[in-house]
């Protein structure tokens, strides 16, 4: 029996891989076969994950890519395109914070957050579709978050751009399903990474309690479960969300 969510010879790109969930997932895509491109901004940082990569066997290369820059993520779709030829798997989990209280929440806050996780992502959908299209076959899987679902005080463009990931994610599978595309999200929790690194005790203390496991996930956990939703054993599944929160929120 051939092993499961194998991805051999499929192409994938993740953007904001150079750190946390980003990095977890192209090492996760290219233990399973995948050639994977690292995008983003960090260049220094983008280098030691595809070299990471590389160590193991697997081919992984870097682009330097600000999706909050539409014309960088062109530029970078062209460039995947002539060395590939292909397209075959979309991670959309590039990501910025800009936390305040709404009341306080400058109109740069606002936009900048909204520009990178939301219209960055629904800009690289748009260069991923053009090359499945022709191949009629991708996965492209969006990282939204649990704070898309339950709200969260002083992230009002966080839980705004996440939320409409969802969205986002649910019109683009309708419009492609008959094209042998599926398009999924998942919604992570709170999970240990870079990103929940800073927080205070206190604050990690009262994350705990509001989760029924206990405990903080892994962003390797969220990675299988991106390796899954672009497997072929995915194939029936598409507009879907699934939730790796450890119980904090059952929708």
């Known amino acids: 029996m051939a092993a499961m969510f194998n991805l051999k010879d499929r192409v994938a790109l993740v953007t904001g891989a150079s750190q946390g969930i980003g990095r977890a997932t192209a090492l996760a895509l290219a233990a399973a076969g995948a050639k994977v491109i690292c995008a983003a901004r960090n260049e220094e940082k983008l280098a030691g994950v595809a070299a990471e990569i590389s160590a193991t066997g697997a081919e992984a290369r870097a682009i330097k890519m600000d999706v909050a820059d539409s014309e960088q993520i062109k530029a970078g779709f062209k460039e995947i395109i002539e060395r590939f030829g292909r397209l075959d798997i979309l991670v959309n989990n ?91 999200a998942v919604a992570p929790g709170f999970i240990g990474t870079p990103m929940t690194e800073g927080l205070s005790q206190q604050v990690k203390d009262a994350m705990l309690a509001r989760i029924p496991l206990n405990r903080m996930g892994t962003d390797a956990e969220v990675a299988a479960a991106i390796v899954f939703l672009a497997s072929e054993e995915a194939g029936y599944i598409t507009g879907h969300v699934l939730d790796i929160n450890g119980g904090m929120y059952m929708g």
Do not use: H, P
Not at 97 to 124: I, Q
Not at 129 to 151: D, H, K, P
């Open 94 to 184: 590039a990501a910025v914070t800009r936390d305040t209280l709404a009341l306080r929440m400058k109109a740069e806050d606002w936009e900048a957050v909204l520009k990178t996780n939301l219209t960055g992502a629904y800009v690289c959908i748009q260069q991923a579709l053009g090359v499945m299209l022709r191949q009629r076959y991708g996965r492209i899987i969006n990282v939204s978050s649990v704070v898309a679902q339950t709200g969260n005080a002083g992230q009002a463009n966080y839980v705004a751009a996440k939320a409409g990931l969802i969205g986002l994610t649910k019109a683009i599978a309708v419009e492609i399903a008959s094209r042998n595309i599926t398009v999924n």
